[in-house]
């Protein structure tokens, strides 16, 4: 005979009811999972416009948008119009003869093209150059410390390239295309942005 309170036997029984209706409701999920699990649609029961799509073959409205876009024509789709972005447009450089050989202008040029830069980058370089220092390997500012052709700020920072920097032209250009390189990635870019603002 339990001489256990009311409320005692009722905890009682609820801790022991909890532990079995627990077993109860994972049997129940496992047998629904059993007798009718679930399928993903194959391949072959989907609809054409769900296979198609980003990863497969290009609906027709699709394939107008890819062929509108790459002619840079207005596409419109699901009541929405876009526009493909114009391509970036640098500043023009003016025209520029290739240098005569034996110049410094001419160093200039064959380390241009050995880096892959065409006759338009060489433009810019060439330009850019000729505003800041005339391809004179001795300008120095007085002002801002700034030196050589590419007109270095530090001109100290040439050393990287060589140490003659001073006073060699292939130096102070090997160090010119490197920092134009890793700042503005072409001459053109560099050009553009002393257009904008006066310096490189």
Known sequence: ?????????AETATRRLVPTLAVVAVAGLLT????????????AAQPAE??????????????????AAIAGAPVERDGFAAEAPPPPVWASAPEVP???????????????????????????????????SNWNPLSGNAVSGAYG??????????ASAGADWQ???A???????????????????AWAHSEESGWY
């Not at 052709?149 to 040439?158: H, N, S, T, V």
């Not at 090997?174 to 870019?189: D, K, L, N, V």
Request: hydrophobic share 40%; charged share 20%.
């Open 171 to 189: 130096t102070q250009i090997a160090w010119g295309i490197g920092y134009i390189q890793s700042r503005y990635g072409t001459p053109c870019g």
């Open 1 to 9: 005979m339990s001489f256990l309170p009311a409320r005692g036997k």
């Open 98 to 132: 290739i240098p005569d050989e034996g110049t410094i202008k001419a160093i200039g040029y064959q380390m241009a093209m050995a880096v892959g830069w065409d006759e338009n980058e060489w433009r810019c370089l060439a330009a850019l150059w000729q505003r800041e």
């Open 149 to 158: 052709i590419p007109q270095a700020l530090p001109g100290e920072k040439m």
């Open 167 to 169: 006073t060699n032209p």
């Open 32 to 43: 629904a999972a059993a007798i009718a699990p679930q399928r993903l649609p194959t391949a």
């Open 50 to 67: 769900q296979r198609h799509g980003a990863l497969g073959a290009l609906d027709g409205q699709e394939l107008e948008l890819v062929q």
